[in-house]
């Protein structure tokens, strides 16, 4: 994790004094969620001292998905984590793997387990090892299925873009290994991604979610890619445009020109301009 | 600085309103009070001299009601007599009145001045899209006509307009800073501009591109290399252009388009080069 603390720091370093409002009401919210998450802890640990079998206790899955701030996680179906198949590799990564799997299956510790310097690095461990399980889990038919069902329910935000008109967006990493970069989210009209608003998910991992799963939901579900004209933004002074040929004119309305894929060929040009050509 | 008489001349949920409230000196001036009150902080200070100015306001007076009154709160000038009712229909059109007013100063010289320093000190936020690198952003109108839409904030680097972050901002009314302001900005300061990138995102599925994705892509570069091409034949023809680079005698890169004075020619005037 210390290539992650190294980019936070450098993002703190880089904030200016001046961004202080909007980190207090985003501290509120914080706050507010330090206040849950205490409770679940103290419910959590409880139950770890005392009973571990009680009807009353949340699964551990189900408990780390109500966190606040881990309300873009799918719950990783029982079996899944449990086929061996689908942890493939997963050892090598995590630390205290088989202490950390213990905990998301709600096992009791081996005796034997003395090795362990505390609870909270097998916690952490968890988290990490939940994430990569959650990365490979939501590819899957059952997995894209939860997805999409909060996708459609708008748990991940919307896209800040004002022509994309509140499009949902979906969480995506922009790297599988996790550690290297924060949770970004995608949005499927305009193909781009961007940072969630809310800090709370800035030390979120990108890798917790993948760099495919994004893609594999709109081509599973095409029918959940919002239709919305195109529309770029065109900068204008009293009503004039300013022109190309301006040292500060529009440069960059390539990127969000939008063409329907069934009008180009396959080297990006349109099928109707070769056929004027032609003509 | 002629109007710092009236210390007591706000009514008393102003200070209940007012967040920061340790030090009475704000209380004193009704702009200093406005521009602390919470979600204001897209607001610049606009100079006294320039709202006492009668030809600047030219016109305001049948947009805002109880233009006079709503005035005088601002110079705070208001006279004190009022009842609560009517004090805060006053307090109400006042605010009003002055995001038009702060429409029209942040295009001067000395507003861009003050515009510039919020931008440079990030107050207006930034760019949510990664690729931007969280480069600040600067408030823009889609209309200016007032009470249509509320405020967006525009990118220079990705040339495009977001929804604020937060809600207070999200209810501010975008003809308070209008459409031209950023444009303007940039045209005063063209070396604010900051350097196009490229760089985009590349959708993959187990590493591998998706056809549809790059096909648009293919179009897009297209597009950027047309544009590319028309801007750099289009300077070379440019006779305004011509002039500056032999009297400056550096303008010769080819990189940096005209400034100044081919600003604004209409979309029309464009197609007539191509």
Redesign the interface.
């Known amino acids: 994790m210390s290539a992650f603390d190294h980019q936070q720091q450098q993002q703190q370093l880089m904030r200016p004094d001046n961004v202080e409002e909007e980190e207090d009401e985003e501290d509120e919210e914080e706050e507010e969620d330090e206040q849950i998450q205490g409770e679940y802890n103290e419910e959590y640990y409880g139950s770890d001292v005392s009973n571990e079998s009680g009807p009353e206790t949340m699964p551990w899955i189900a408990w780390f998905c109500s966190l606040g701030g881990h309300q873009y996680f799918a719950e990783v179906a029982d079996e899944f984590v449990e086929d061996d198949f689908n942890l493939t590799g997963l050892n090598s990564i995590v630390p205290f793997y088989k202490e950390a799997l213990d905990m998301i299956l709600d096992l009791e510790p081996e005796e034997d387990s003395t090795k362990v310097p505390d609870v909270s690095i097998v916690e952490a461990s968890a988290e990490q090892l939940y994430g990569l399980i959650h990365q490979r889990f939501i590819v899957t038919r059952q997995g894209l299925q939860q997805m999409a069902d909060k996708y459609q329910a708008g748990h991940f935000g919307s896209c800040p873009r004002t022509f994309c008109q509140s499009t949902n967006v979906v969480p995506c990493g922009r790297y599988d290994l996790p550690g290297v970069e924060t949770v970004k989210l995608y949005c499927p009209n305009c193909q781009d991604i961007y940072s969630p608003p809310s800090s709370r998910y800035h030390n979120l991992d990108g890798a917790y979610f993948g760099t495919t799963f994004a893609h594999m939901l709109f081509h599973i579900y095409p029918e959940l890619v919002p239709i919305i004209p195109n529309k770029i933004y065109a900068p204008a002074i009293y009503g004039f445009k300013i022109s190309e040929y301006s040292r500060c004119g529009p440069r960059m309305q390539w990127l969000r020109n939008k063409q329907d894929p069934k009008s180009l060929d396959a080297s990006g040009k349109l099928i109707k301009d070769s056929d004027d050509d032609e003509k | 600085m002629q109007t710092n008489l009236h210390s007591s001349g706000n009514p008393s949920q102003d200070m209940d309103d007012y967040t920061s409230g340790s030090d009475s000196d704000y209380t004193k001036y009704w702009i200093d009070w406005f521009l602390g009150t ?1 979600g204001n ?1 897209y607001f610049c200070e606009v100079d006294e001299e320039y709202i006492l100015d009668r030809f600047n306001l030219t016109g305001l007076n049948t947009e805002v009601q109880y233009y006079s009154q709503a005035l005088d709160l601002i110079t705070d000038n208001l006279d004190e007599n009022l009842d609560d009712e009517m004090r805060d229909i006053v307090e109400k059109s006042a605010r009003h009145l002055y995001g038009l007013i702060h429409a029209r100063f942040i295009i001067t010289t000395h507003g861009l001045t003050k515009m510039l320093e919020k931008f440079k ?3 207006f ?1 930034r760019c ?4 931007c690198h ?1 480069h600040p952003l600067l408030p823009v109108a ?1 209309s200016d006509v007032p009470y249509s839409k509320s405020v ?1 904030l ?1 990118c ?8 604020p ?2 809600s207070r901002h999200a209810s501010i009314d975008g003809a308070y800073f209008g ?2 302001f ?3 900005l ?2 005063v300061y ?1 070396q604010l ?1 900051p350097p ?1 990138s490229t760089d ?2 590349v ?5 591998f591109k ?4 790059a ?10 290399e047309e ?1 590319h091409a ?2 750099m034949a ?2 070379e023809g ?1 006779p305004t ?1 011509a002039a500056q680079g032999s009297s400056s005698g550096q303008q010769n890169n080819k990189n ?4 100044g004075v ?6 029309g ?2 197609a007539d ?1 191509n």
């Not at chain 2, 949510?128 to 690729?131: A, F």
């Open positions: 919470k902080e000190k990030c107050d936020g949510p899209r990664v690729l969280n889609l967006k525009f220079c680097r990705c040339e495009d307009i977001y929804n972050k937060s459409c031209s950023p444009h303007m940039f045209q063209p501009v196009k985009r995102y959708p993959r599925i187990f590493g998706l056809h549809d994705v096909k648009q892509q293919r179009y897009q570069d297209m597009i950027r544009s028309r801007i289009g300077i440019l252009t940096r388009a005209a400034d081919a600003v604004a020619t209409e979309s005037a464009m080069v």
